[in-house]
């Protein structure tokens, strides 16, 4: 799939954050990169890029994101970017495409399922753009935003000044090479913007719609836009698995922390290295058999599970996520849950002593392997069932280890993590071999 992409305008609105509006840096990647990134993820394959404003350091930046992700990016520059519309931008690719293409806008932000299913979606029009029905969008400046007027789900108008309206245009399109021809058509009338040719082809029949269905994007223009684009994409970083604990203590806190990561040079690794480092270091002081060392230790492992989301966090915002990178986090995860409950099983030998805390702790460790080992299966079956249900998982149990140190319970800590963790394993384990019954347990 070849994809253009509009980057030749100043971008006035938004130069508090920066003078060339593709540059601008949003949660540490440029509008561009992230855009590029997201078509790419979409199964775009190959980049042309119109510049214009300030085009020496935006095709530097996109010569190095091409070796980056290793996919061709073209510029072409439009010399009358300054007083042309951005018609004549899409038009100075005309002799690079002969195929149908994708086109972008470089300060469009998308959840990269639009793309896939636009194209997958595509049919015989010359044209087909995606729209958002949703008009009451909070996420879009409604008084700059492109209106789109509908008839069977054919545009019939288009423009930013439509006192009536049945969607937005969010600036993702399906095209045939019909749009330069269009596009000439119009420029040869004195009407040279995007829009225009889109209205031509559509009075001709020949411009299709793909709603998003409620799916993220967000046109950012001006400040104010930016800012909610942010607040939106910080807050589709929770999982859809995440515990109580998770969702309600650890996420907003490993949140605010990864978007002060986000801009600098420190890698999802490094934060998943930082996190193990922190949990070592709290098992040791449980292994002390000292009140004071065991509560900072219990504050130190929470730390620990909170900093443990920055970098799947850090790395879905950077585009830096990888099969690797989740694995090598959930070994160090696994590592850090042995040490600390043998930390804890360690002081109680110290203060009490007897096999009993060592068979004890022996099963608060194994019901904690399993339970991580059992995870993936159980929640992709509770994906399938569509069924909601409180997540025992490594959030509740470091909790729970929390706040047996503030309490000086290490004796209550391993037991309670010994009985319900291999208690939820067995759970687990028999919905998993009839999940009818769950299903039906959930079913109104």
């Known amino acids: 799939m070849k994809c253009v992409i509009i980057a030749a305008g100043k971008g006035e609105r938004l130069q508090e954050k920066g003078t060339s509006k593709p540059l601008v840096k949003f949660l540490g990647l440029p509008l561009i990169e992230r855009t590029i990134r997201t078509a790419k993820k979409a199964g775009a394959s190959e ?11 935006l095709e530097d930046v996109l010569k190095k994101l091409s070796k980056d992700i290793d996919l061709p990016i073209h510029t072409i520059y439009n010399s009358e970017w300054e007083h042309s519309p951005n018609g004549f931008s899409v038009l100075s690719v005309k002799d690079k495409i002969k195929d149908p293409f994708l086109l972008l806008m470089s300060d469009h932000l998308f959840d990269s399922s639009i793309v896939r299913d636009l194209f997958a979606k595509s049919n015989t029009t010359d044209v087909v753009l995606a729209i958002d029905k949703k008009i009451q969008n909070p996420m879009i400046p409604v008084d700059i935003v492109t209106k789109v007027k509908l008839d069977n789900n054919k545009i019939t108008k288009i423009g930013k000044k439509l006192k009536s309206y049945d969607g937005f245009d969010t600036g993702i399109f399906y095209c045939t090479p019909a749009i330069f021809e269009a596009l000439e058509i119009c420029i040869n009338k004195g009407m040279g913007f995007l829009t225009d040719a889109i209205q031509y082809l559509a009075t001709k029949n020949k411009v299709g719609t793909f709603e998003i269905e409620g799916r ?29 604990i998770a969702r309600y203590c650890n996420r907003p806190i490993s949140i605010w922390i990864s978007k002060k990561l986000v801009v600098t040079k420190i890698t999802p690794n490094q934060i998943s290295i930082f996190a193990f480092a922190v949990g070592c270091i709290a098992s040791f002081l449980f292994a002390m058999g000292l009140y004071i060392p065991l509560i900072i230790g219990g504050i130190l492992a929470q730390i620990s599970s909170i900093i443990d989301g920055c970098d799947g966090e850090v790395a879905r ?3 830096q996520d990888s099969s690797y990178g989740g694995w090598f986090d959930a070994v160090l995860d696994r590592y850090v849950d042995a040490f600390l409950l043998f930390g804890l099983t360690w002081h109680l030998n110290i203060n009490s002593g007897g096999n009993l805390y060592l068979i004890i702790g022996f099963f608060a460790i194994t019901g904690s392997f399993m339970l991580s080992y059992t995870a993936d299966k159980y929640d992709n079956l509770m994906k399938t069932l569509n069924t909601k249900s409180i997540r025992i998982g490594r959030d509740m149990r470091i909790f729970v280890i929390l706040l047996g140190a503030l309490l000086n319970q290490v004796e209550l800590i391993l037991i309670f993590v010994a ?26």
């Open 216 to 244: 993220f994007w967000a046109d950012v223009n001006d400040p104010v836009s930016f800012r909610k684009a942010e607040s939106e994409v910080l807050k589709n970083l929770n999982k859809q698995h995440d515990g109580i």
């Open 47 to 57: 980049f042309f890029v119109v510049t214009g404003h300030e085009k020496d350091p």
């Open 317 to 319: 915002m950077k585009y």
């Open 419 to 444: 009985v319900v963790m291999n208690i939820e394993v067995i759970r687990r384990m028999i919905i998993s071999k009839n999940p009818n019954t769950e299903t039906q347990k959930h079913t109104p």
